[in-house]
Each structure stands twice: as structure tokens, then as C-alpha cells.
């Protein structure tokens, strides 16, 4: 599975938009990017996922660049619950799908 | 969907015990992992099973460290002899085939060896 490289910390104001990016250079053809997210002392929570559109539910939406290398993360309404760490993962489904976290990024939103 | 269920939330042992840890998935998921997680690193796989059949271990999974799942259901994960090292959180995760929806995740077993 392709490495991803996330920023280690950001921060956002309550209420406004939260953008976190991603960048998976050498992401293959067949790998989807996942985003999960692990509140403090929780397990990790799916977020959304993508191939080669952009995606969105009601938790947030997900931007894939035209080429696949990078994409970003947006919570369109930052609140203070959003306060955890994002992963963003390359996954390719079949096989066992197992996912490979990296350290993620540290997102506070600040009141 | 009652969601992922870790047993116990927390685990204190004293070096050189054994410990045995209990996910139950979601019912529907034929999908099932488990993870190690220390402080400040993301989750870290350690082993998956399709229905009750153990596909895939990493190497992090010593010989001390066993994972089953009878009858395709709840896992048990167990280790003997506990060292200082293991303290992690261990968590659970469970999906159906294609992580259509992603994995669910239990809130994990907080184990601390003493």
C-alpha cells in the first residue's frame, strides 16, 4: 500500500471549515484513500472514502486531486467535538484490506 | 448494530502473566482484526481473520501473542507471559468484505503490565 505524509498538527476555529491535506505520490491505480479519525482514548472512526472522484457524506467531504497524489479532508462546520487525530490511508480492496496507519494529524479546533 | 464490543476496557497484569482479551464484531461483518496501539503512534495491525480462519499475522504477533476466532464469531486474543512492552491499547476492528463502509472499531482493551 502507498505511504501518505499528513501534517503532524493544524489547528481551526470553531465554525469555520477544516482543511486537512494528504499527500499518496506513489498511490497505485487501485488504491482507494480512506480517512479515519481516533478521538482521544476511542477507537478510530471511519470517515469517508475515494478513488478517483470526490466524495461526500454527512460527516465531510473529500477532494482527490486529477492525479491522485494528494487530496484533502474537509469539515465544512468545525466544532469541538472534530478535536482528534486524522488518518489519512491508501488502501487497495481484496485481500485482507488491512490498514496502515501512519501518525496522523493533530487537528484542534479552538473555541 | 450494537457496534464493536472490547472486554475488559482495562487490564492491569503483573510481568509474567497471562492475559486473554475478548472482541465481539458486529454481527453481520465476516471481517476481523486486531491492533496494537502505543502512545503517540497510530494503530498497528496485527492479525485478521475471515470467518473463523486466521489469513494473515505480522510479525509484530510474537509466539507468545494468539489470536482465535471459533466459529466465525467473537475473537479472543492471549498473551503468555506478559513483558513490560506489551502495554498497549489492543483494539478491535470489524468490516464486511470490500471495506465498503470501512472497518468498524472497538473502543479497545487498555492493557498495562506492571
Known amino acids: 500500500d502507498a505511504k501518505t505524509t499528513q501534517p503532524p498538527s493544524m489547528d481551526c476555529a470553531e465554525g469555520r471549515a477544516a482543511n486537512l491535506p494528504c499527500n499518496h505520490s506513489t498511490i497505485s491505480g487501485n488504491e482507494y484513500v480512506y480517512w479515519y479519525r481516533q478521538i482521544h482514548s476511542q477507537g478510530p472512526q471511519y470517515i469517508i472514502h475515494?478513488?478517483?472522484n470526490n466524495e461526500t457524506n454527512e460527516m465531510a467531504s473529500l477532494i482527490i486531486t486529477e492525479d491522485r497524489k494528494s487530496s484533502t479532508l474537509i469539515l465544512p462546520h468545525a466544532t469541538l467535538r472534530d478535536t482528534a487525530v486524522y488518518y489519512c490511508i491508501a488502501l487497495a480492496q481484496g485481500g485482507s484490506e488491512k490498514l496502515v496507519f501512519g501518525k496522523g494529524t493533530k487537528l484542534t479546533v479552538n473555541p | 448494530d450494537t457496534g464493536v464490543s472490547q472486554d475488559p476496557r482495562h487490564k492491569i497484569t503483573k510481568r509474567g502473566q497471562n492475559v486473554t482479551f475478548r472482541c465481539d464484531p458486529i454481527?453481520?461483518?465476516?471481517?476481523l482484526y486486531w491492533y496494537r496501539q502505543t502512545l503517540g503512534q497510530g494503530p498497528e495491525f496485527l492479525t485478521y481473520f475471515q470467518n473463523e480462519a486466521q489469513l494473515e499475522k505480522s510479525r509484530l504477533l510474537s509466539d507468545r501473542f494468539s489470536a482465535e476466532r471459533p466459529k466465525g464469531s467473537f475473537s479472543t486474543l492471549e498473551i503468555q507471559r506478559t513483558e513490560q512492552g506489551d502495554s498497549a491499547m489492543y483494539l478491535c476492528a470489524s468490516s464486511v468484505r470490500t471495506g465498503e463502509k470501512g472497518y468498524t472499531f472497538g473502543s479497545g482493551t487498555r492493557l498495562t503490565v506492571v
Open positions: 475515494g478513488l478517483k
Open positions: 454481527s453481520e461483518h465476516n471481517r
